[in-house]
């Protein structure tokens, strides 16, 4: 098992900037790719962005390339995504999630675990 924990959400204003963590313990040797995903009211949980936990794999949505970063720190076991210029749409729970398997994938079925997310809003 692998359990997650995210922080860091909150208001922040239109333009603003907020960065997220995820504290991964347990089986994380496991673990082939993390991801962060959203949810906001109403709407599927889509995908934000990815990356490999030992590689240089990363992969971010078109909605938020260029204003998220994607990263990880693998001697604590954390997974972090800063958002810049943040906008009123972005505006959800976050997720963050662990898959086991070896293959990348953008899909929330994919990806075995999950925590409990942390609500992130913009405000205009």
């Known amino acids: 098992q692998v359990q997650l924990v995210e922080s860091g959400g909150g208001l922040v204003q239109a333009g603003g900037s907020l960065r997220l963590s995820c504290a991964a313990s347990g089986r994380t040797f496991s673990m082939y790719y993390m991801g962060w995903f959203r949810q906001a009211p109403g709407k599927e949980r889509e995908f934000v962005a990815v990356i490999k936990w030992i590689g240089g794999y990363i992969n971010y949505a078109d909605s938020v390339k260029g204003r998220f970063t994607i990263s990880r720190d693998n001697a604590k076991n954390t997974l972090l995504l800063q958002m810049n210029s943040l906008k009123p749409d972005d505006t959800a729970v976050y997720y963050c999630?662990?898959?086991?398997?070896?293959?990348?994938?953008?899909?929330?079925?994919?990806?075995?675990?999950w925590g409990q997310g942390t609500q992130v809003t913009v405000s205009s």
């Open positions: 999630a662990a898959r086991t398997s070896v293959v990348a994938t953008t899909t929330p079925e994919s990806y075995r675990y």
